[in-house]
T-cell receptor, first 114, second 113 residues
Framework: DQQVKQNSPSLSVQEGRISILNCDYTNSMFDYFLWYKKYPAEGPTFLISISSIKDKNEDGRFTVFLNKSAKHLSLHIVPSQPGDSAVYFCAARLGSGNTGKLIFGQGTTLQVKP | ETGVTQSPTHLIKTRGQQVTLRCSSQSGHNTVSWYQQALGQGPQFIFQYYREEENGRGNFPPRFSGLQFPNYSSELNVNALELDDSALYLC????????????FGAGTRLSVL
């Protein structure tokens, strides 16, 4: 039972354009959503998060949108840079405070072409 | 750089053996979580420790066990290794609280032959 899904295994965009990565979930009990970026031979690096009570959070070039009614979130990267090329994981938190566990999607590989 | 370090980076074992993986948390973080990441998949939650007590467990058999020490470093032990245990094992530490952002180490790549 895949509670968090990233349906696009890969995405290719031109440098300077917008990258949009999508994520769908099924469990209404998730209270936080996070995006992680992973380079080869490194662990996932935290990028940005959003509480389930918000619909948008912005940090520099990165913006996460949450649509609770559709159980959908997306990560927008504007403008995209070649250094953004990595695997992006969407994660949802179940539980709160010190008990929260993360449920991850399968990941989307983003390639930003110069 | 997350301040979370894992050792060893790579490990090769044979089926039926036992393995211990280690994790040193970011300074001040009292919660550690372990994840298994199979090739082409997202990380899967194994279990979590908070102040030396197991605090939650995913869908993994009892041969996966762990420990957290007073300095908040942690171990993951896997007994009776199976071929399907071959994966990247990730440790993440966090401070708890409302956001409870988990910060990951680079992982240990385990190959079971």
């Amino acid at each position: 039972d895949q509670q968090v899904k990233q349906n696009s295994p890969s995405l290719s965009v031109q440098e300077g354009r917008i990258s949009i990565l999508n994520c769908d979930y099924t469990n209404s009990m998730f209270d936080y959503f996070l995006w992680y970026k992973k380079y080869p031979a490194e662990g996932p690096t935290f990028l940005i998060s959003i509480s389930s009570i918000k619909d948008k959070n912005e940090d520099g070039r990165f913006t996460v949108f949450l649509n609770k009614s559709a159980k959908h979130l997306s990560l927008h990267i504007v403008p995209s840079q070649p250094g953004d090329s990595a695997v992006y994981f969407c994660a949802a938190r179940l539980g709160s405070g010190n008990t929260g566990k993360l449920i991850f999607g399968q990941g989307t590989t983003l390639q930003v072409k110069p | 750089e997350t301040g979370v370090t894992q050792s060893p980076t790579h490990l090769i074992k044979t089926r039926g053996q036992q393995v211990t993986l280690r994790c040193s948390s970011q300074s001040g973080h009292n919660t550690v979580s372990w994840y298994q990441q199979a090739l082409g998949q997202g990380p899967q939650f194994i279990f979590q420790y908070y102040r030396e007590e197991e605090n939650g467990r995913g869908n993994f058999p009892p041969r996966f066990s762990g420990l957290q020490f007073p300095n908040y470093s942690s171990e993951l032990n896997v007994n009776a290794l199976e071929l399907d245990d071959s994966a990247l094992y990730l440790c993440a530490s966090s401070l708890g609280g409302t956001k409870n952002i988990q910060y990951f180490g680079a992982g240990t790549r385990l190959s079971v032959l």
